[in-house]
Each structure stands twice: as structure tokens, then as C-alpha cells.
């Protein structure tokens, strides 16, 4: 039977690997450089639900899991190096935030359904950000490091609620058809910068289209594409 490790002798491997008698790949690394990791182990672990879904099979999803954890320690350890902050700081400060955002569970305040819920959610994390000097605007919080189209869903579900009402959904569908029908009219060239504008004009109306249907466009074309996948394998 093989030994099951406690957290802290988990935390103790990683600060042994960047140790001066560790490993010399650990030590290297810097939060910068693992920001590639982080974005590969997020993906691993939705991969390995999906293969649970569909199998019940959830040894993959432990283990991905795993590394997306190896990640949050060693960039904690890599913290606590440069005296920045330490892992006890991250545990804490979620588990602090996750009590102050569920004032209905851990306080006096009600919400009988999950809508009022993330009502009640995004009005405390407005009030969170309040004074926060690295915020740059409500808009430039969304992270740039999100895939596209779910950064452009999201810009465009704050800004309908913090500038002009968006458009409706026959709006968004009419930009997307005067878009398509000028793209149409077009000579392929590569790079052109005309036919690069309508391309984005196209993929911003599809967002919005998104937005109101309440639609995931990431995992309708990520269905889409495995559809065309299953088309070309079995046409051979």
C-alpha cells in the first residue's frame, strides 16, 4: 500500500525541490515562467472531468487536480522566499473571503435562490475592489489571460451594466448579418486589414449573441470542433 502524504509534508517536498539541494528545474522557476503550467494544468483538469462524466472514471481527475495544486504551492512557496506571502495567507484569505461572501449561509442576510445569491455576491465583490489602487477600470479587471471569447462575453456583460444598455438580441444578430454580407463581398488576401476588422466585428456580434442567449460560446465551438473531428474520421 503506498503512503499517503499529509498536506504538510506536501508542503515540505515542494520546499525541498527549491532548495539549494533540490532540483534544478524547481529552483529556476519564477511566477512568470510558470504561468504556462497554470494554464495547461487548468485545462487538464477540465479534460479530466469530462473523461469522469463520461466514464466514471476519476483517477485522472485526482491527479490533475494534484497539479493544479502543486502549482498553487509552489507559487506560494516562491512567495514566501521573496518575503512576500505564504501559503497559511493564501488558505486564510480565501476562506475569509468565502465567509464574507456568503453573508446568507455565515451572517444575518437571506437569499432563498442562487440568483439572489450571485446578486448578492457581485455586490460584495464591488465593494471589495473599492480603493483598490491595481484596478485599472471595471473593464480592464477582466483578465486579458482569459481565452478571447470569454473575455469579450464578459467585458460585454459588465459594460451593459456599467455604461449604456447592450443591445437586444436583434441588434446583435443584424451587426452580425451586415458583418458576414461585407466579409462576403470581399477578395481573400492574406493579412488584409479590412477583412481582419470584419473577422472581429463578426466574432464581437457572435459574443454578443452569446451573451444574451446566456449561451458558453468556448464550449460550442469546442463541441463543434470535436463534431468536425468525428466527421473527417469517419469519412475515412
Known amino acids: 500500500?503506498?503512503?499517503?502524504?499529509?498536506?504538510?509534508?506536501?508542503?515540505?517536498?515542494?520546499?525541498?525541490?527549491?532548495?539549494?539541494?533540490?532540483?534544478?528545474?524547481?529552483?529556476e522557476q519564477t511566477h512568470s515562467s510558470l504561468k504556462p503550467c497554470m494554464t495547461e494544468e487548468a485545462a487538464e483538469v477540465l479534460a479530466a472531468i469530462r473523461i469522469f462524466e463520461q466514464t466514471g472514471n476519476y483517477e485522472n481527475l485526482i491527479e490533475e487536480l494534484g497539479d493544479v495544486l502543486l502549482q498553487v504551492v509552489m507559487h506560494s512557496q516562491i512567495a514566501r522566499e521573496e518575503g512576500l506571502f505564504t501559503i497559511e495567507d493564501v488558505i486564510s484569505d480565501v476562506a475569509e473571503k468565502m465567509v464574507r461572501r456568503h453573508p446568507h449561509v455565515f451572517g444575518e442576510a437571506k437569499a432563498d435562490n442562487s440568483e439572489q445569491v450571485l446578486i448578492n455576491w457581485e455586490d460584495i465583490k464591488k465593494q471589495e475592489k473599492e480603493g483598490k489602487t491595481h484596478m485599472d477600470s471595471p473593464l480592464r479587471e477582466i483578465p486579458r489571460e482569459l481565452p478571447a471569447l470569454t473575455r469579450a462575453q464578459k467585458v460585454l456583460k459588465k459594460a451593459d451594466k456599467l455604461y449604456e444598455p447592450a443591445q437586444d438580441y436583434a441588434s446583435a444578430a443584424a451587426k452580425l448579418k451586415e458583418a458576414a454580407e461585407k466579409l462576403s463581398e470581399k477578395t481573400p488576401v492574406a493579412y488584409d486589414s479590412d477583412i481582419q476588422n470584419l473577422v472581429g466585428d463578426i466574432l464581437m456580434a457572435v459574443s454578443d449573441v452569446s451573451r444574451i442567449c446566456k449561451l458558453s460560446q468556448e464550449q460550442i465551438l469546442t463541441d463543434r470542433i470535436d463534431d468536425l473531428i468525428d466527421y473527417y474520421e469517419n469519412e475515412q
Open 1 to 27: 500500500m503506498s503512503k499517503k502524504y499529509t498536506f504538510e509534508e506536501f508542503l515540505d517536498i515542494i520546499k525541498t525541490l527549491r532548495s539549494e539541494n533540490g532540483c534544478p528545474w524547481d529552483r
